[in-house]
């Protein structure tokens, strides 16, 4: 059985399924209830408001992703470091990387709802936003950015429990605060007519609750990770540790957010009814990819703690196993959603048109999905190891540079069609499967050794 260390639990031995599931399954129910804050705001305005709303939400998710990928960037790095300070048992380092996660977190609030609140119209406009839609969406954003550090500490902490074990608790939080935000999600829209503002009130409020609880969970436990303030401060090398993992890895997320903001601007040329029924796709895609992406956060906490632990053979292990179970249940779902593709669509719209848009892309993309499986978990387990250069590179160039590419000729070439827009993402998840497999086996696999060097793993 794996250790445990009061709430912590030690995946360095053990059964490594059961140990993959039992940590996985907090975390897709929390993902499951994490994506509900937008995916209601999309129901609730797309039948109580208008396909312009829902378009606006749409559209705006693109913006979002890109401040939220650059901190979940930090947030691996900060996650792989305790994870591995925590595998090694060095409890001193392991409480200097908690608080000066915490720091720099509160610096981040800061500033990230500075720049959110006032590159909102630019982002906008850059993006091609159609003129029906674009006050609903400048009004979403305003509202969500002006609440941007509730789901930033929230996060923050979340991932501070996963890298020591724990990924029930963060679950319990966002059960609690996704019912509240459905109940003023209806309360604000259809009670008090607030449109698109009242959803966006709804998630801030939602959002606030959750890093509230995550706060006094931190403050008030007695196990290793306890956040003590006096003790809040900047630690110079473990920041350095922190950054060599976090860096690329938001670089890249926030990279490939922007990508895809080049990837609206091609779908915003087609108009509202497709641009609703891409962002239904989008809500469901999303929904797809839940279990390859807790399992794949279930990797980087596996191999953290093991790699830190000395144990090379057992992090590639649970590696491979990570892969095989990520695909089982990725192609269950998406086989589900393939023929329910017009129902499921249905759930944001009932307009034929935006159906219609919706369910194209459901089919052409839906099983595309399976190469993700493997680019999620193999990049979450390099980064596990302290190697976050190497995904960076192979998935800015496959779903930045490729995918570009690809939309750059196909859209003049072979046609301007919503569809062969959609195939974008494919097109990047495809050769990206390729080349990180390529690249995991000829640098890990091959019988090199890692040493551990200041919180991060080098090659000797």
């Known amino acids: 059985m794996a250790g445990k260390i009061g709430k912590t639990v030690s995946m360095t031995e053990g059964n490594i399924v059961k140990q993959i599931i039992l940590f996985s399954l907090p975390l897709m129910l929390g993902n499951v209830f994490l994506m509900l804050y937008n995916t209601v705001d999309s129901?609730?305005?797309?039948?109580?408001?208008?396909?312009?709303?829902?378009?606006?939400?749409?559209?705006?998710?693109?913006?979002?992703?890109?401040?939220?990928?650059?901190f979940n960037g930090?947030?691996?790095?900060?996650?792989?470091v305790i994870g591995q300070r925590f595998g090694a048992k060095d409890m001193?380092?392991?409480?200097?990387?908690?608080?000066?996660?915490?720091?720099?977190?509160?610096?981040?609030?800061?500033l990230f709802t500075v720049i959110g609140i006032f590159g909102v119209k630019p982002m906008l406009r850059f993006m091609s936003t159609p003129d029906d839609v674009f006050d609903d969406a400048v009004t979403y954003l305003v509202i969500y950015y002006a609440g941007f550090s509730g789901l930033l500490i929230y996060n923050m902490g979340s991932g501070i429990l996963r890298a020591v074990g724990d990924?029930?608790?963060?679950?319990?939080?966002?059960?609690?605060?996704?019912?509240?935000?459905?109940?003023?999600?209806?309360?604000?829209?259809?009670?008090?007519?607030?449109?698109?503002?009242?959803?966006?009130?709804?998630?801030?409020?939602?959002?606030?609750?959750?890093?509230?609880?995550?706060?006094?969970?931190?403050?008030?436990?007695?196990?290793?990770?306890?956040?003590?303030?006096?003790?809040?401060?900047?630690?110079?090398?473990?920041?350095?540790?922190?950054?060599?993992?976090?860096?690329?890895?938001?670089?890249?997320?926030?990279?490939?957010?922007f990508s895809n903001v080049f990837v609206q601007s091609y779908?915003?040329?087609?108009?509202?009814?497709?641009?609703?029924?891409?962002?239904?796709?989008?809500?469901?895609?999303?929904?797809?990819?839940?279990?390859m992406q807790s399992m794949a956060m279930a990797a980087t906490t596996f191999v953290s703690q093991n790699i830190g632990a000395g144990q090379e053979k057992r992090a590639n292990h649970g590696t491979i196993t990570t892969i095989l179970m990520s695909l089982t249940v990725t192609a269950f779902v998406a086989t589900g959603l393939f023929f329910f593709a017009e129902p499921a669509v249905s759930l944001f719209s009932k307009e034929e048109s935006v159906i219609r848009a919706g369910a194209l892309f459901l089919h052409t993309n839906v099983f595309f999905l399976l190469f993700n499986c493997v680019n999620h978990v193999l990049a979450s387990a390099l980064r596990g190891r302290g190697d976050s250069r190497g995904p960076m590179i192979i998935?800015?160039?496959?779903?930045?540079?490729?995918?570009?590419?690809?939309?750059?000729?196909?859209?003049?070439y072979i046609g301007n069609t919503p569809q062969i827009v959609g195939l974008g993402y494919p097109v990047g998840w495809t050769t990206c499967f390729f080349t990180q497999l390529t690249y995991y086996y000829f640098r890990h696999l091959r019988g090199k050794n890692f040493r551990r060097s200041g919180g991060s793993v080098r090659r000797s």
């Open 43 to 70: 129901v609730v305005v797309g039948n109580f408001v208008g396909k312009e709303a829902l378009a606006a939400v749409g559209s705006t998710s693109m913006i979002v992703n890109m401040m939220v990928f650059f």
């Open 74 to 80: 930090f947030s691996v790095g900060a996650g792989v």
């Open 92 to 110: 001193k380092k392991l409480h200097t990387a908690v608080e000066t996660t915490m720091a720099v977190t509160f610096l981040c609030c800061v």
């Open 167 to 257: 990924s029930t608790r963060p679950l319990f939080f966002l059960v609690l605060t996704s019912i509240l935000n459905t109940g003023l999600d209806l309360l604000f829209v259809i009670v008090f007519k607030m449109g698109i503002a009242g959803v966006a009130i709804a998630t801030i409020i939602s959002q606030a609750l959750s890093a509230a609880l995550i706060l006094i969970l931190l403050t008030r436990t007695k196990d290793i990770y306890r956040l003590v303030w006096k003790d809040l401060r900047v630690d110079g090398p473990t920041l350095r540790s922190i950054i060599s993992v976090g860096l690329p890895a938001g670089i890249q997320q926030v990279i490939t957010a």
């Open 267 to 291: 779908i915003n040329f087609f108009g509202s009814s497709v641009m609703a029924g891409w962002s239904s796709y989008n809500k469901l895609d999303t929904f797809i990819m839940l279990p």
């Open 395 to 412: 998935m800015l160039a496959t779903f930045v540079g490729v995918r570009q590419i690809y939309l750059f000729f196909a859209t003049r």
